[in-house]
Each structure stands twice: as structure tokens, then as C-alpha cells.
């Protein structure tokens, strides 16, 4: 243990380089579940320390993503940007000590190097040139002008090994390493500086990050050994594949967080989902609440092996979990994708209490809420707009029309406008009119809704209402 024997603090610590995606999200999601399943604290750190690189708004999206999905946090944002001296002053200590040193190669020497390094098949690496300087040298380097940055002086030999909770032990060669850098010229550290040095000055227990992370480690080890700080426990969370077992990509489904909430996805089952990406409780259980899930979570129980995302398995829990809603509580979640996604020449705002009406309807059909305005238009404009050639798929026109005009001449009749009435009129006109229950029905969905699939007949034209039915199959004689 690090630190306070048992006291678990974690940090969620994305660089708002691009908006979060999957791995990202479910990385913060782990470190949640740890801190709340032991009662301890759940940090956010925004690594905006990469100027170059930082997406305008990136650091929006990340916070709207976490509280979309309900990782409260109970620390921060605290932001790397805003700390700078405290990096520049560990760096010059280094520097002091002599762990360090100012070097002062040109971003064009470094790069021939690189290009040097490639074309002879050797791993890339700084060559230690200004590690060796002489006081003269250096000082004529000074006077130049140039900014120098400041790298670490990694051990040239010797091993390098800590234990990984979730990966074991792991052992690295200190050859394999090279000087890295950690204040750069602009004054601002890099990843490994300002990433150590806060896991240390924010009491950080336990490190979970994504296993891409895992080859920055040693340097890291290296660096508290250096300071002479105890490092925090690590975990390097499994990767996240695709179903082809690439690297997860947009290729794959996957998308940005915030593209899963306007697609209409329930928080709750990104949380499901997302869990199961690396986690477990037994070989069996995949639907679990939120709290079911910090009830039983535990570093022993992710696995070692990569993930694999899986589209259809999202849509199917996201189904699962909009079907087990309150039929209220559907409605509400619905109302602002509808407000949203129907055609604009539909009056706002929506008739609250014809959307109740239709929501049953659909609720047991929605894999997303995003679903809800395409499988539910048909209530809601003036005319459904279809071709006419879909009247007659299944009969001929004679029969259509003669079906379409027995209809209206019943349904002008029917006394009471609900489904089982609809239904005690055209279930025996079918019979009358000499078609199957299937040609005939079909025909009056496609006239009343414009549309071959469609939820059960008779309801849709009880929430259709009388006036709307009537004009519709009049409008389908029309079309024939
Ligand atoms: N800023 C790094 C990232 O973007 C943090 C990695 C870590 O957790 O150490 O993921």
C-alpha cells in the first residue's frame, strides 16, 4: 500500500486532446467504482499540459460526459495548466541534484537523429549527447541563446520492475529507456513530470489506466525513485478490441461518449455495458445496477485479456433497460428526442398528452431513444407521405379499393373509437371482403400509418383517433 494504509484515493486524469471515447469513459468508470466501492475519494485531473495538442471545448465534453453518466466526483478538476511552478520546481530540483540535466539539441538534430535511428532499424531515442556536455560547452550553448529543455537521466543499465494489481510482476531493462524529457521549452512538463508529481502531491493511492500507459511506468518508477517518493499501487486496465480484435475504432460502432447521448442511450446501461468492458461478477451475470456493480467491484476480477466491444450488445441492453422503465419515466426521456428529431413543420411544443398515448406503443420496440421519433412520425404529421405502389402489394386495386371503401363505410359507423372495438368491426370485414386477416390488415397499416411495420393495428388507430384514421384511408382511396 501507498501511503495511508487503506485509504483509497483515485484520479481520473484525461488530456482534453479530443473528446472522451469509450476507453477513456470506462477508464474513469473503474476508478469511480474503486473509490466508491471503498468509500474513497474519486479525483478529477485535467492533463492540459500538451498546449499543442488541446481540442477547443474537449474539457466540456469530458465534465458533461461524467455527470451524464453519474461519476460524481469529490476532488477537482484540478488542472495541470494552473500548476506549472509546482513541475518547474521539481524539475530544478532534479536539476540540483544532478538527476537531471539542460539539454539543448535543436528540434532539427532531433529529428535526423530520429530519421537515422529509422533507416538503421534502431529504436528511437534521444542519443545523450547534451547529457556529457562539458561546463565550457554548456555555457557556450547558454550564451547562444538557445531554450534548453530538461531531461531525466534514466540509469544506463540495471532493471526496473514493479507490480502491476492486475498484470503481476513486471520487469524492464533501464537500456530500453531513454532520457526523457520532463519540462520542455515552453515551460510546461510533460505527461511523466506533471503525472508523477501530482499522483504524489494528491495522495494517490491506487493508478488505474488503460494498459497503453503500461511502457510509461518504469519511467515513472524511475522518477520516484529519483525523488525518493513512494509510488502509488498500479493497474493497467485491459485494452478495449473490436469484434475483429483491432483496435476499437469508429470503424467498430464505437463513438465519442457524448454521441451515445444523442443517440439515446441510457446512462444506466453505458454504465452496465461499459463495466462488463474488463470487468466481471461471475461468467454469467450481464445485466447489474449501478449499484450492484460498486457493491461488488474489485480489481481481482478484471481481466487480464483485452475486451471486446460489442455494438449489438449495447443496443440489446439499452433495449433492456428502456423496456424496464416506468412507462412515465419513458415518456420523459423520449419527449426531448421527439421535440428534437421530428420533422420541423410539426407544431412545438408536442402534445404532452397525445405523447403519452403513443409511448406505449413503442416502448417495447425502441433499442434507443434516438428510435423513438423515426417509429412514431407517422402519429404526428398531417399526412403520412408513402408510395401508393404499397397498397397494393399484396392485392390488386380492385380489391384495395373495395377493402378501403368497406372500411370507411364501417368505421364512419363504429360508436366507440378504441382497439377492441376496431377490431370486432374489421377482423370479421376481412372475412367478408374475402381476404386474409394479414392482406387486409396490412393494407389498412400501410393507409393509416404509411408504413408496412408498425405497432399493433388496432391500438395505432385507437391513438390515431377516429378523425385522422378516416381522413387517412379516404386520402389512400384517393391514391388508388
Ligand atoms: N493524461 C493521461 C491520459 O490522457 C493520463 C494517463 C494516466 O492515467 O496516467 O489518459
Known amino acids: 500500500m501507498a501511503r495511508s494504509e487503506g485509504i483509497v484515493r483515485v484520479r481520473f486524469a484525461p488530456s482534453p486532446t479530443g473528446y472522451?471515447?469509450?476507453g477513456n469513459i470506462r477508464t474513469a468508470l473503474f476508478n469511480w467504482l474503486f473509490a466508491r466501492h471503498h468509500g474513497g475519494t474519486f479525483i478529477l485531473r485535467i492533463e492540459d499540459t500538451d498546449v499543442a495538442r488541446l481540442v477547443e471545448g474537449a474539457t466540456d465534453t469530458i465534465l458533461d460526459s461524467l455527470r451524464w453518466l453519474g461519476l460524481d466526483w469529490d476532488e477537482g478538476p484540478y488542472h495541470q495548466s494552473e500548476r506549472l511552478e509546482i513541475y518547474r520546481g521539481v524539475a530544478d530540483q532534479l536539476l540540483k541534484d544532478e538527476l537531471a540535466y539542460l539539454c539543448y539539441c535543436s528540434l532539427r538534430r532531433l529529428e535526423s537523429m530520429r530519421q537515422e535511428q529509422t533507416k538503421k532499424k534502431q529504436p528511437p531515442g534521444y542519443d545523450r549527447r547534451c547529457r556529457h556536455l562539458t561546463r565550457e560547452q554548456r555555457a557556450e550553448l547558454e550564451a547562444s541563446g538557445v531554450t534548453p529543455v530538461v531531461r531525466f537521466k534514466s540509469p544506463l543499465e540495471g532493471q526496473t520492475s514493479f507490480c502491476d494489481l492486475i498484470r503481476g510482476e513486471i520487469v524492464f531493462d533501464n537500456s530500453t529507456l531513454d532520457d526523457f524529457v520532463l519540462l520542455k521549452s515552453d515551460?510546461?512538463?510533460t505527461y511523466h513530470l506533471a503525472n508523477i508529481v501530482d499522483d504524489h502531491l494528491m495522495e494517490i493511492s491506487h493508478v488505474l489506466r488503460a494498459d497503453e500507459w503500461l511502457s510509461s511506468t518504469p519511467r515513472h518508477m524511475l522518477l520516484y525513485q529519483a525523488l525518493g517518493w513512494q509510488p502509488p499501487n498500479l493497474a493497467h486496465l485491459p485494452m478495449i478490441?473490436?469484434?475483429d480484435r483491432a483496435k476499437l475504432s469508429?470503424?467498430?460502432?464505437a463513438a465519442a461518449v457524448d454521441e451515445y447521448r444523442d443517440q439515446g442511450y441510457l446512462p444506466e446501461a453505458m454504465i452496465n455495458f461499459l463495466a462488463l468492458l474488463?470487468?466481471?461478477?461471475?461468467?454469467?451475470?450481464?445485466?447489474?445496477s449501478r449499484q450492484e456493480i460498486v457493491n461488488h467491484f474489485s480489481l481481482d476480477r478484471i481481466s487480464k485479456t483485452a475486451a471486446v466491444f460489442n455494438r449489438d450488445k449495447l443496443d440489446w441492453m439499452n433495449g433492456l433497460y428502456l423496456r424496464g422503465l416506468k412507462l412515465e419515466e419513458f415518456g420523459k426521456r423520449a419527449s426531448p428526442f421527439l421535440e428534437r428529431d421530428l420533422p420541423l413543420e410539426i407544431e412545438r411544443p408536442l402534445d404532452a398528452g397525445y405523447i403519452r398515448q403513443i409511448m406505449p406503443l413503442v416502448q417495447e420496440r425502441a433499442k434507443t431513444l434516438a428510435e423513438v421519433p423515426q417509429l412514431t412520425e407517422f402519429f404526428f404529421v398531417d399526412k403520412p407521405e408513402y408510395d401508393a405502389g404499397l397498397l397494393t402489394t399484396k392485392l390488386e386495386r380492385a380489391e384495395a379499393l373495395e377493402a378501403l371503401r368497406a372500411s370507411v363505410a364501417k368505421l364512419e359507423e363504429l360508436q366507440n373509437w378504441d382497439a377492441a372495438s376496431l377490431e370486432s368491426v374489421l377482423r370479421p370485414l376481412a372475412d367478408e371482403l374475402n381476404l386474409k386477416t394479414g392482406e387486409f390488415f396490412g393494407l389498412l397499416r400501410v393507409a393509416t400509418t404509411g408504413r408496412t411495420a408498425a405497432p399493433p393495428l388496432f391500438q395505432?388507430?385507437?391513438v390515431l383517433g377516429r378523425e385522422r384514421?378516416?381522413?387517412r384511408l379516404r386520402a389512400a382511396l384517393g391514391k388508388l
Open 241 to 243: 478490441l473490436g469484434p
Open 250 to 253: 469508429k470503424r467498430h460502432g
Open 20 to 22: 472522451p471515447h469509450l
Open 278 to 288: 474488463g470487468w466481471s461478477l461471475d461468467d454469467k451475470t450481464e445485466l447489474l
Open 460 to 462: 395505432t388507430m385507437e
Open 187 to 189: 515551460g510546461y512538463p
Open 469 to 471: 384514421c378516416l381522413e
